[in-house]
């Protein structure tokens, strides 16, 4: 008989949402509706679950980073609550309504995770790649009823019922690691399935992420065939390289026009027109945002920026940042101790994990997915990612 098991309900409940981002969009909602009004819901029936269930304990990296998080946004309140020149209404409800469920996300997630058996995680992990085909299919039957502009169809790119093709890109990678590393126990096979994947993706989404993500995927396989002694270095070397990357992204602009051609959707150069241009402004206005304010004290988790007058940006912003960038506008000097938490924790995978099965290699090509979606986009607390990156930390029992 089929039972149905609460904790890896809610667990793929919550990481399902970015596969729904527009499934409201008939009734009227916005296109970014999806998210929301699940996660809501799913925080209530968290509420519900952990009423009856005691919480479990706590890794002491998560409580680290649990810290830094309630840290960040007790010196912005203080720093806030004094302040003359900044409206303090605008700031509590930016944390209230938009920080304080993430937050609540963050602590109700991990201890659903934290409780997952192996054979659970596998499950959970497999079910996950049977929702996106499910709702691939289904988006393509309800278009035929609901051909909304951004709605399943963005032009000539398909995106399913994910708002944004990098949305889309992200699930449709992750979700095929999952099935190929699943179903192939050759290695050959593997890297032809990959390869596949790769160019399918690139070719049905069309995201400029695609490239991003097929590095990714290729530096995952080529650090578990590099030397054993040598992986730790480069894996170090992989994350200080991208620090400082994002940190030099005004400075480097120049060079990136020689790679645009890998790009689905870039025209020759780093135009105001130009989506890669469009995306990465945001990134530079909050890296700046970040040396400008270093010495100051931080105005917290989901806050970062909210004083700054984003209406001078030429370029519409989400908060003039994103993923990584935004939480150094979060953060201030708080980001140092969170990266070295980050990075320690990948470090800690690498070690504990056995590059010769084929279940490790898979769930370390997907933590290394999620950083790449949450280095650029909001990733580090999109549900999804955050829940699959936990989700992998799980089946090594680092969590």
């Not at 790679?259 to 025209?267: C, D, E, G, H, V």
């Not at 469009?278 to 890296?287: E, S």
């Not at 070295?340 to 370390?364: A, E, H, R, V």
């Not at 290394?368 to 799980?394: I, K, M, P």
Request: hydrophobic content about 55%.
């Amino acid at each position: 008989m089929f039972r149905v098991n609460s904790k890896e309900a809610l667990v793929l409940w919550i990481m399902s949402t970015i596969m729904l981002t527009t499934v409201f969009m008939p009734l009227g909602l916005s296109a970014d509706s999806g998210p929301f009004v699940l996660g809501m819901l799913w925080l209530i029936m968290c509420g519900f679950y952990f009423y009856r269930v005691p919480f479990g304990p706590v890794a002491v990296g998560y409580k680290v980073f649990l810290a830094i998080i309630i840290l960040s946004v007790m010196l912005g309140m203080i720093k806030n609550v004094f302040a003359v020149d900044v409206d303090l209404n605008l700031y509590l409800w930016n944390l209230v309504v938009r920080g304080g469920p993430k937050i609540l996300f963050l602590i109700f997630v991990y201890f659903l995770i934290s409780s997952l058996d192996h054979d659970s995680v596998i499950k959970v992990s497999n079910r996950y790649v049977l929702i996106l085909i499910v709702t691939i299919g289904l988006s393509l039957i309800v278009y035929e009823f609901f051909p909304l502009p951004r709605f399943v169809w963005y032009d000539s790119r398909f995106a399913a019922f994910h708002y944004e093709l990098v949305n889309f890109s992200f699930t449709a990678f992750t979700a095929g690691i999952i099935l190929i590393y699943s179903k192939v126990k050759n290695e050959v096979a593997i890297y032809f399935g990959i390869a596949v994947l790769s160019i399918l993706i690139y070719i049905v989404s069309k995201s400029n992420y695609v490239p991003i993500f097929i590095a990714s995927v290729i530096f995952s396989v080529a650090l578990l065939k590099a030397p054993a002694r040598l992986r730790s270095t480069i894996y170090l070397s992989y994350f200080v390289s991208l620090i400082v990357i994002l940190l030099m992204l005004p400075t480097l602009l120049e060079y990136l026009e020689e790679a645009l051609f890998l790009f689905p959707r870039s025209s020759g150069t780093l135009g105001d027109d130009n989506p890669i241009y469009i995306r990465i402004y945001r990134h530079i206005f909050a890296i700046q945002y970040f040396f400008d304010n270093i010495f100051s004290v931080p105005n917290g988790f989901y806050n970062g920026g909210f004083d700054a007058d984003l209406s001078l940006l030429a370029i519409e912003s989400w908060n003039g940042g994103s993923g990584l960038s935004k939480l150094f506008m979060d953060f201030g000097l708080l980001i140092i101790p969170f990266l070295s938490l980050l990075i320690g924790t990948f470090l800690k995978i690498l070690k504990t994990m056995n590059p010769k099965n084929l279940k490790d290699q898979m769930y370390f090509i997907l933590v290394n997915l999620c950083f790449a979606y949450g280095y650029l986009q909001a990733g580090f607390f999109n549900f999804t990612s955050v829940t699959l990156f936990l989700l992998s930390l799980r089946y090594w029992k680092i969590i």
